[in-house]
């Protein structure tokens, strides 16, 4: 049965979708290691001003998180080990494989604030290894990501005054 009043997106757009979406991640991928290997080969006559504009630490890792959960530079600690839990992905019946490819290489923890000791969920990539001994503070938002809703993308790193 179709449920065209329900969903205005076309199974063509969902796909599409989900080629950008794949595309962007491989960009981004790629970007990042560009990023990389042009900052290690700076010259030594770099302006100072270039300096002053870069002195802000990147953040060390990218996680998920609900938009609504994100505090700027607040400092955090992970307090679970991995949850079976991924949030849910608008597509339309039988496009669920857009919905694991989103998903597919992010964990779900919980974290504490430490300042309002409030535990939301975050959705680290498996890749980063997260310790529950060591604080974390988060950067800004990266992005909005489109296909789950209320799910944005921030920078976070460890926090220089932790202490392991």
Do not use: C
Not at 68 to 76: E, L, Q, T, V
């Amino acid at each position: 049965m179709s449920n065209s009043g329900h969903h205005s997106i076309s199974r063509r757009s969902v796909v599409r979708s989900g080629s950008l979406l794949l595309g962007a991640l491989v960009s981004e991928s790629i970007g990042t290691t560009r990023v990389s290997a042009q900052s290690g080969s700076r010259s030594g006559s770099e302006s100072e001003s270039e300096s002053e504009a870069e002195s802000e630490p990147q953040p060390d890792f990218q996680a998920r998180l609900y938009g609504n959960d994100f505090y700027p530079a607040a400092r955090f600690r992970v307090v679970s080990s991995s949850l079976e839990y991924k949030p849910a992905v608008s597509v339309q019946e039988g496009e669920t494989f857009l919905g694991d490819l989103y998903w597919s290489d992010y964990d779900t923890r919980l974290i504490r604030y430490e300042n309002t000791q409030e535990r939301v969920l975050f959705f680290p990539p498996f890749e980063a290894d997260l310790d529950q001994e060591t604080t974390y503070r988060t950067d800004r938002i990266q992005s909005t990501d489109e296909l789950a809703d209320g799910i944005v993308r921030i920078g976070f790193h460890r926090d220089s005054s932790s202490t392991a």
